[in-house]
């Protein structure tokens, strides 16, 4: 499924000698040559006063419940949503009472130590004299054992979304950034290791080390979900992007695996698109190709399947099986 690794072997191989990284559309083609995926489902909230719920995690365990965070947000508006925490009953996800909401688009949550970590991407002010209503954004952190304890802790750098972590075996704590502007463009993927969540501030993060050669001029991409392989490398599930000549936006999930002894990674491949999932409601005309991937699941009695949960057209959330995209790579 996916692109094949032509058994590279990342340790050996010199990072500037490796092939051109294939486009979006070359990837497409690739992907959609091998089996087709089954097709996914759309998960069902209610609560919310008619908003749309998109940009979800997959579901995680705290306070003693199956919980999913999701972004809300009504239809018409940008930039002005908040992400809340649902609880599943009768097949609907409904909001938590008593619940925090954080004022933040996109989050996401990890596990360090015996903490959860959760973030979401900060949108504020940031007037310009030929915009005054230009906004910035950043990615804000929290950190707790349940989510009435969840307290602010870091943030990120200004424009800088989908900064991801992961505990390592070496006890360190990997850290994947996303910098924008000047070589990096609209976003490429760098990668540092921290000691503790302490040394998780903006310094650090703008001195990530830039994983090359992973993305065609003009597209870009980002990181959604991190998970540690048995052999140390590092399972990386994210988004692959670019715009079209008819100002058209395409999200496809994508999947790679990362050294952190060789900073080099296995191609990217395209794990997932939008037509994985039934047709539905968008955001608009412009955003209808998107799916913006969270988190994969894994089963404790099924090494090769995984279950994919994703935001899909800004508008809707959904989940599907796909193959272990890391199962056999290098």
């Not at 959609?32 to 209610?46: N, T």
């Not at 995680?60 to 992400?83: C, H, P, Y």
């Not at 925090?100 to 979401?120: R, S």
């Amino acid at each position: 499924m996916g692109v094949e690794t032509n058994n590279i072997d990342i340790g050996k191989v010199e990072e500037e000698k490796r092939p051109s990284p294939l486009s979006c559309i070359e990837l497409l083609k690739r992907f959609k040559s091998k089996e087709a995926l089954p097709m996914g489902e759309k998960l069902q909230f209610s609560g919310v006063d008619g908003q749309d719920v998109y940009n979800i995690t997959a579901p995680f365990l705290i306070d003693n419940k199956t919980v999913i965070a999701g972004r809300v947000e009504k239809r018409e508006k940008l930039a002005d949503s908040q992400v809340m925490f649902f609880e599943e009953k009768d097949g609907v996800w409904s909001p938590i009472d008593g619940a925090p909401t954080f004022k933040l688009e996109d989050g996401f949550v990890t596990q360090i130590g015996d903490e959860t970590i959760f973030g979401g991407v900060e949108v504020y002010p940031s007037p310009v004299p030929d915009n005054p209503d230009e906004v910035g954004y950043r990615t804000v952190f929290y950190r707790g054992h349940d989510l009435s304890s969840l307290e602010k802790f870091a943030i990120g750098p200004d424009r800088m979304k989908d900064i991801r972590l992961v505990s390592l075996a070496n006890g360190h704590i990997g850290v994947f950034t996303r910098p924008q502007g000047g070589e990096n463009g609209n976003g490429k993927i760098g990668y540092l290791e921290i000691e503790s969540l302490l040394d998780l501030n903006e310094e650090n993060l703008l001195n990530a080390k830039i994983i090359e050669n992973q993305f065609a001029p003009g597209e870009w991409g980002g990181v959604n979900e991190l998970h540690l392989l048995e052999d140390g490398k590092i399972g990386v599930v994210g988004h692959i992007a670019y715009i079209d000549e008819q100002d058209i936006k395409h999200y496809y999930a994508m999947a790679f695996v990362y050294d952190p002894e060789t900073h080099l990674s296995s191609p990217i491949e395209i794990i997932a698109t939008r037509e994985n999932f039934p047709a539905g409601e968008e955001k608009n005309t412009k955003l209808a190709d998107i799916i913006f991937p969270s988190s994969l699941v894994f089963s404790d009695d099924d090494t090769d399947t995984v279950t994919l949960y994703a935001g899909l057209s800004d508008a809707e959330a959904g989940k599907t099986k796909l193959p272990n995209p890391f199962k056999g790579k290098i």
